[in-house]
């Protein structure tokens, strides 16, 4: 980066892979480090300054490695402990950071603490998971698993129920017990001294239960799903979790330049995802806020609500992220509506880029990935296989990479874990980077700009548009300005431009850049994205 003390976390954008599906490198069908190794030109190339993968430890893939059984080991299946150093060597030598997913709220079942913790009532390490007596013979409480059933499964051997806010082969630690925390920040600490650059947190709003499990209260609603039949009181977001992020930042502050960030599995509340971000120094330094990615409706006055209702719950001292798809939900390019679909893309994808706050970007997001079609006999996800056709799971987000129009679009020379979506002849990787207006190139050159304009990475967020089809607004910084105009209608729009500045545009979809925009009204044609600065300022 040009500027010397340059904030990653902050000023970077942080792109996340999903390791099974992001490049296989030895033909077994899945993705693995060495692959990840191999595409880190393609990244540079990209122009992201971080990477979060999502979990590679040693795991029995209950929940494709959301279910742990040793934290200081590689899967098998993606690779050996040599090919992560090789990996984080050759990520740094690039100037890309490592962020690593962390599931800390549960283990696997089969983690060497729960094993020894079951085997029986006064094992020391019985109380690192959450074991309760039965209430009148039937579970200790109301709660649910978000998957499903009942959150307590009995275990014969010690006649007593453990909680699971997830599968039943992943148990809740019981993150009250200090050995147990000391255990963990172990772990966290293995991989810090490693040279990793920050942890993505699991569910880290879920870490601490009611400590007397008290009932939740009964709240139905239209979602048929027991488990949103409930106010999540006692089951999560309890008080304490604070202390517990705050203990986190201080081993974090012991090593210059890491970060961690939060999922924040709320129902849509800003502010209960901002409030783990503490005073903003003191706890987590990102949180995700799953509203934008909740978000359906095609609408600017919509997106614009939300974003400022997430800014206006930051602490002064904090900083927003912000994501549009991930591993567990619809990709973004589901939510744009059936019409000018490319087009609407671009428009989320610069409202990602240029808004404030750290994007996160998923892989495949950059050539516009749709949703995968996959048949009933091909799941794979175990909440998929559970509930369809209620809850089909969550593998259409987790095709394979779309690299080239060869064979299984570049990702295998086996047979894929997961089908790649057929489209992948005609939207690929390497295609794209050859096409000028590609959805690729258009990301590619946002972050460019990004990198050059101070301003689209730390500025204010000023609207300048009231309501309507046009999205548009000021990001103001020491340095300079920046004004972002979107149009999300597929008709031409206009708004009045105020304020005393000639803009020129520095960055379009369709203007040049020698014009300056003329002052009062400016119309904006069907889609289009333009990126100004002051006219004479231009980088
Ligand atoms: O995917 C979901 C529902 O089907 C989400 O509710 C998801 O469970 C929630 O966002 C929590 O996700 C995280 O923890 C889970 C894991 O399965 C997800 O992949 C992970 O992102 C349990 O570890
Ligand atoms: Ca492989």
Redesign the pocket.
């Known amino acids: 980066m040009t500027e010397d003390n340059f904030n990653w976390w902050k000023e970077g954008i942080i792109y996340q892979i999903y390791p099974r599906s992001f490049y296989d490198s030895n033909g077994d069908g899945i993705g693995d480090i060495p692959g990840i190794t191999e595409k880190l030109d393609y990244l540079q190339d990209l122009g992201i300054d971080a990477v979060w993968l ?1 979990p590679i430890n040693t795991s029995p893939m209950f ?2 490695g ?2 742990v059984s040793d934290y200081r080991a590689i899967d098998p299946v993606f690779g050996t402990m040599k090919d992560m150093d090789r990996f984080i060597a050759e990520a740094h030598r690039k100037n890309i950071r490592v962020v690593m997913d962390l ?1 800390v ?2 283990s696997s079942h089969l983690h060497p603490w729960f094993l020894e913790s079951r085997s029986s009532r006064n094992n020391p390490k019985r109380d690192w998971f959450l074991w309760h007596d039965g209430r009148n013979g039937r579970e200790p409480n109301n709660w649910y698993g ?2 499903g059933g009942r959150a307590w499964e009995y275990d014969e051997k010690t006649a007593q129920y453990y909680h699971h ?2 599968l039943k082969e ?1 148990p809740d630690f019981n993150w009250r017990n200090r050995e147990l925390r000391k255990a963990v920040y172990g772990e966290f600490k293995f991989w810090l001294d490693k040279g990793v650059d920050g942890f993505r947190l ?2 880290a709003n879920y870490y601490i239960k009611d400590e007397l499990f008290r009932d939740n209260p009964i709240a139905p609603g239209p979602n048929p799903r027991p488990y949103d039949w409930q106010r999540h009181v006692y089951d999560r977001d309890r008080p304490e979790t604070h202390g517990v992020f705050r203990e986190l930042r201080e081993l974090m502050n012991r090593y210059d330049g890491t970060m961690l960030v939060g ?1 924040i ?1 709320t129902h849509d509340d800003p502010v209960t995802s901002a409030s783990y971000l503490g005073n903003g120094t003191d706890e987590l330094h990102l949180a995700f806020d ?1 509203s934008l990615i909740h978000h359906r409706r095609w609408n600017a006055g919509d997106y614009r609500g939300i974003l400022e209702r997430w800014y206006g719950a930051i602490p002064p001292a904090g900083w927003p992220c912000n994501v549009l798809s ?4 619809p990709r973004m390019s589901a939510r744009v509506g059936r019409t000018r679909r490319e087009e609407r893309m671009k428009v989320l994808l610069a409202l990602l880029l240029t808004g404030k706050g750290t994007p996160f970007l998923y892989y495949g997001d950059e050539i516009g990935m749709s949703r995968g079609r996959i048949p009933r006999e091909r799941i794979q996800d175990p ?1 998929g296989i559970k509930y369809w056709p209620f ?1 089909k799971g ?1 593998d259409p987000e987790r095709t394979p990479m779309q690299w080239n129009g060869s064979r299984h679009g570049g990702f295998t020379a086996g047979e894929p874990w997961l089908p790649v979506n057929p489209d992948y002849t005609g939207r690929n990787a390497e295609s794209q980077r050859a096409d000028e207006g590609s959805m690729l190139n258009f990301v590619r050159m946002i972050i460019g700009l990004r990198k050059r304009v101070p301003a689209l990475r730390l500025g204010e967020w000023v609207p300048v548009t009231e309501t309507g089809d046009i999205l548009a607004f000021i990001r103001t910084h020491d340095s300079g300005k920046a004004m972002v105009m979107l149009n999300f209608a597929s008709a031409p729009r206009s708004f009045a431009i105020t304020g005393d500045d000639n803009w020129a545009p520095v960055f379009s979809t369709h203007r040049s850049r020698v014009e300056v925009l003329p002052r009062g009204n400016c119309t904006l044609a069907p889609c289009e994205v333009t990126v100004c600065v002051r006219a004479g300022s231009i980088p």
Do not use: C, G, W
């Open positions: 999502s929940d494709f959301y279910d599931v709220n549960h978000v998957f806010s997830f992943q699991d569910v999922e599995f799953f991930n591993h567990d939900k909440v809850h969550r």
